[in-house]
Each structure stands twice: as C-alpha cells, then as structure tokens.
C-alpha cells in the first residue's frame, strides 16, 4: 500500500488527480476501522493531516461557517457550539473523546454512513460540501450528497475541502436512539432547526432510510402551524401530526440494531420532543 503524503492543498488535489482510486484518510477512525477489520486494502492512503490550511474554519463571505475538512468534534463543540448548536449536539454523541478527538465531519461525510450522526443536522440546517478537484470547485448542496447507502456524489478526483453551515438563527436540536448512551451507532436519529427569520423548519433523519434524508412534508407542515409572532404553545394535534410526519417520510428496514417499527415509532416521538424543546427556548427568547 502506498502511502501518500501531501504538504499542502494543491499538492493534495494534485495527488488525488493522478491516483484517484487513493483512500483519503483524516482522522482515520473509519477507514483504519477497516484496514484492521481487513475490509479491503487500499492501493494508497492520501493522508491530509499535514495539509494545515484543513483544519481552519472561518466565516465565508455569504455568512455561512465554512468548516475546514481538518476540524474535530471536539474543536467544533468547543469552538463553534455557540453557532451550530445541532451539529455540536449531534458531534458530543459521536463515539468517545478519544473519537471526537481524531474524528471530522469531512470523515462522516466521506463514509456516507446512513447512521451517521452529522447528517441529520447537516440536512437540517441546509449544510453546503465544498468539494473540490484540479479542475476546480464544486459546491454541493446536502440533500444532493448522498446518493446511496455509503456513497455520496463526489468523483473520484475530489476531495472535501469544507462544510459550509449557517450560523444557528433559531434553536436547533439533535436526538438520537441507541442501545445505551455512549459509544453507539444511532438506532435511529433525527435534527430539527427552527429558522424563525424565514419562518422555516428543517428536519433531518438519520438511520431509517439509504441515505440520511429530510422530511420535506412535515417541514412544510410545521413551518404554516407554529404561531412565529405570538409564540403561542404548540398544540398537541400539531406535534403529534408532525411526529407522523417525521416518520412518515422514514423508510426504515429490521436490522441487527433495530426493527423496523420501533425506528418509525422512535422517529416520531423524538420529532415531537425536539419540537418541544425548541419552541420552549423559542418562547424564552422574547
Ligand atoms: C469506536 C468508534 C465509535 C464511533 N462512533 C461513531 C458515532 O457515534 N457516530 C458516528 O457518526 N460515527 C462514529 N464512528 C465513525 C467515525 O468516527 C465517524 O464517521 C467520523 O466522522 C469519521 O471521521 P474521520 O475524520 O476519522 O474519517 P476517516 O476515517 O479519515 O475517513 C472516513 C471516510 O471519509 C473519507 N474522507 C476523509 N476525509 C476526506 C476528505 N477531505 N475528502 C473526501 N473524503 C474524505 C475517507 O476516505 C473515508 O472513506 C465511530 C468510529 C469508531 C472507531
């Protein structure tokens, strides 16, 4: 196997134009998963941890936080928590500290895992992939990145460069169901984002369909019942029907970590109790 180790970015880009079948490896807490699991060898590793430029992030010029493939969970918690709240909720539950430590979001996306833990608030919040190759680059859309269960729409001579993600303008949440709290693969998982400025939900599934995916109706749905101005409670009719919603838009399948029925049942009951939450802090926020 060879082992391929660019200094800088265009180095990088360069490298992975003339061996597009190299593996990236950032953190590695996938990929050296399965080299030691014997998953498949690699012809070549194309290691970014020395590329510094990676592991920045920054506010782009449309506002968006552009969050450099290089960042941890754990940098991303403590230096961007404040400004992406669901991403930052759903980065703690990833793994261990040891994880969070290596770990990436550029990594989650890469794997393209349905269970994924970054999607759900990624889709949510109409996250951006900055991809990019010798030939240029490509801004991807969140809900048009994922094309399969673990495989995603970059060709094979791109690399992530960043997530482009905007700054929370309402309260967002992240949920997510194991088989115990820590150090789990998500049963199933869900994000909402209140976006009160225009008057918008967003939604994000995890683990209950291919690829992660939004629930476009319940969105819709929610977005013309919540009282944006009066900030009146939430009905119990509204949360159930969104829950339905939610879970309606799910197309699960009975595997190792879950039946079919519970995640349908799961998604709609953490849909209704992230809705709860957020329109608490909402009210709060007059
Ligand atoms: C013990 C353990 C617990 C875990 N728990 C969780 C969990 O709770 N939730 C969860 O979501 N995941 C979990 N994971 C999986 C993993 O930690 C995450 O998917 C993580 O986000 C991967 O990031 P990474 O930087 O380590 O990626 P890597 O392992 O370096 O790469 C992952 C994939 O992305 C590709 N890639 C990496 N960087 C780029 C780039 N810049 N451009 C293009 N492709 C790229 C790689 O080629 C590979 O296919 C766990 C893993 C372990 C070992």
């Known amino acids: 196997m060879d082992f391929l180790r660019p200094a800088t970015w265009a180095e990088a880009l360069a490298l992975k134009a003339e061996r597009p079948e190299a593996t990236p490896i950032q953190g590695g807490t996938d990929v050296m998963v399965e080299i030691n699991l014997d ?17 920045d992030w920054s506010v782009g010029d449309d506002g968006r936080l552009r969050v450099g493939a290089g960042v941890s969970y754990t940098r991303l918690i403590e230096e ?14 990833v793994g261990s500290p040891q994880i969070r430590n290596r770990g990436t979001v550029a990594g989650n996306l890469g794997a ?17 992939v900055e991809a990019a190759s010798v030939r240029g680059v490509r801004m991807i859309p969140i809900g048009e990145f994922y094309t399969g269960v673990k495989r ?49 939900v967003g939604t994000g599934i995890g683990s209950a369909a291919p690829t992660p995916r939004r629930a476009p109706e319940a969105e819709e749905f ?23 919603l939610v879970a309606r838009a799910a197309a699960p399948i009975d595997d190792v970590r879950g039946t079919r029925d519970y995640r349908v049942h799961a998604l709609a009951v953490m849909a209704r109790r992230t809705l709860g939450w957020a329109w608490r802090d909402y009210g709060r926020a007059i």
């Not at 961007?80 to 539950?93: E, K």
């Not at 393209?112 to 951006?128: E, Y």
Request: hydrophobic share 40%.
């Open 39 to 55: 998953k498949g060898r690699p012809a070549a590793l194309l290691d970014l941890n020395p590329v510094a430029e990676l592991r």
């Open 80 to 93: 961007l928590g404040d400004r992406l709240p669901g991403l930052a909720q759903a980065s703690r539950t």
């Open 112 to 128: 393209a895992s349905p269970a994924g833990d970054s999607h759900p608030p990624l889709l949510a919040t109409g996250a951006v």
């Open 152 to 200: 995603n729409a970059l060709e094979p001579d791109e690399l992530i460069r960043a997530v482009r993600v905007p700054p929370a303008d309402g309260p967002q949440y992240f949920s997510k169901i194991g088989t115990r709290n820590a150090m789990v693969i998500a049963v199933c998982s869900f994000s909402l984002a209140l976006h009160p400025s225009r008057r918008a």
């Open 222 to 244: 929610l977005a013309g019942e919540l009282d944006w101005d009066g900030r009146a409670p939430v009905s119990e009719d509204t949360a159930r029907r969104f829950g339905e």
